[in-house]
């Protein structure tokens, strides 16, 4: 029988609530699709943060290599800065382990109302986001801190190779789709040196896709629209910045956030894929348990496709489909219910 290996980092807040939920869900569809898996479970937080310095150990990414994927829940916790915490975990594996392409997909489903006027089916395109540059850098400085006149400086990197292949996979992936049509997110007209070269970079990537439709917008309109026409959209690529900020819009406009998975992905399988909500760590509902688990349980979805277990990964989706379709009653508070991540997990497992 087959066997995945996978690295599972719940991290922190809500992250330690809907992982083993996600988990629950790959056991129980292994057992029907027969293959199994050995989880290996990390500790990595704010928590050990607080407890050692560091949110993971120094060894921490050589540890995840031999895994065939990482299962993450959320980072970040009050008491440990932003940035300490996201620099600390998240990023240095999503660079160590050249995951350069953040794929995040973005659904309306039927039962969901959303705050916008679509219909279930109508709201169905994919972020495309750079994962390893861009606007996430650490060059830059601080002058004469704490004074009138202190100045910060902070600097992207576009690199043309990073910029190529991101965009050449939202081309690739598009073309793959029943609509082939990429969407750019810029701001060619503010950021003076970087988006101009993004927007080189993507008019020379569409001449070499004749049969993807390309257009391009600024990212303030381009965000106006994902409100007023969401449902005109296939795939949208954007910077890291860019790309993470419309990814929470996306599903905002579907919703909620919490139904909302990623995938982390390294194109060549050199180095193993992380899946993850995109969600955070939600401290104002941590330890509640009303979390909203399907973020998790689709990530696992994702998980399961990239390890080549389409049906498995498509019997996940239908479940959840068909539960968010049912009562709402078992939906948790952010979709309008009463249900609690347990009791969401557990219709969704009864319904595999
Ligand atoms: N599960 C996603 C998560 O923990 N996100 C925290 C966060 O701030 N992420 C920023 C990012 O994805 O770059």
Known sequence: MQQFTIAVIPGDGIGNEVVPEGLRVLERIGSIFGFTFRFQHFDWSCELYKNSGRMMPEDGIARLRDHDAIFFGAVGFPGVPDHISLWGLLIPIRRELDQYVNLRPVRLFPGVVAPVRAEAGEIDFWVVRENSEGEYSQIGGRLFAGTADE??????????????????????????????????????????????????????????????????????????????????????????????????????VTGTIGIAPSGNINPERVYPSMFEPVHGSAPDIAGKGIANPIGQIWSAAMMLEHLGQAEAAAAIMSAIERVVAGDRNLLTPDMGGKGTTRSLADAIVNAL
């Open 151 to 252: 100045v910060v400086v902070q600097e992207s990197v576009f690199t043309r190779r990073g910029t190529d292949r991101i965009l050449r996979y939202a081309f690739e992936f598009a073309g793959r789709l029943e609509r082939k049509h990429v969407t750019s997110a810029t701001k060619s007209n503010g950021l003076f040196y970087s988006m101009p070269f993004w927007d080189e970079r993507f008019a020379a990537m569409a001449a070499e896709y004749p049969d993807v439709q390309a257009d391009q917008y600024h990212i303030d309109i381009l965000a106006a629209r994902f409100v007023m026409s969401p449902q005109r959209f296939s795939v949208v690529v954007g910077s890291n910045l860019f790309g993470d900020i419309l990814s929470d819009l996306g599903p905002g």
